[in-house]
């Protein structure tokens, strides 16, 4: 059982930066692939950075370049550098942890709204 709790969304204006925190409870979470996802008004969710349990990363495009994903597995905890950030990255964003390959669940935050306006 893993249980996630996201942090440090709030408004900011176009062009400035938000890191998120995705805090994990289970002591298995570093074997764990995490996806941060958003979910725009009226959209569906999207993934926009995914890490591997060993680092490895990959961004959609629309992130890329602008976004880092990274884990301190000694913290139990997947963050999100947001730098450059655009009024269409506005957006409620959720950490999931991926255990499918361990043979376990998937696991869902509760989400942290991110608003980028002037």
């Known amino acids: 059982q893993v249980q996630l709790v996201e942090s440090g969304g709030g408004l900011v204006q176009p062009g400035g930066s938000l890191r998120l925190s995705c805090a994990a409870s289970?002591?298995?979470?570093?074997?764990?692939?995490v996806g941060w996802y958003r979910q725009a008004p009226g959209k569906q969710r999207a993934l926009v950075a995914f890490?591997?349990?060993?680092?490895?990363?990959t961004y959609a495009d629309s992130v890329k370049g602008r976004f880092t994903a990274s884990r301190d597995n000694a913290a139990n905890t997947v963050y999100l550098q947001m730098n450059s950030l655009k009024p269409e990255d506005t957006a409620v964003y959720y950490c999931n942890a991926d255990g499918r390959v361990l043979g376990f669940s998937t696991y869902w935050g509760q989400g942290t709204q991110v608003t980028v306006s002037s």
């Open positions: 289970g002591s298995m979470f570093s074997r764990y692939a």
């Open positions: 890490i591997t349990s060993g680092g490895s990363t």
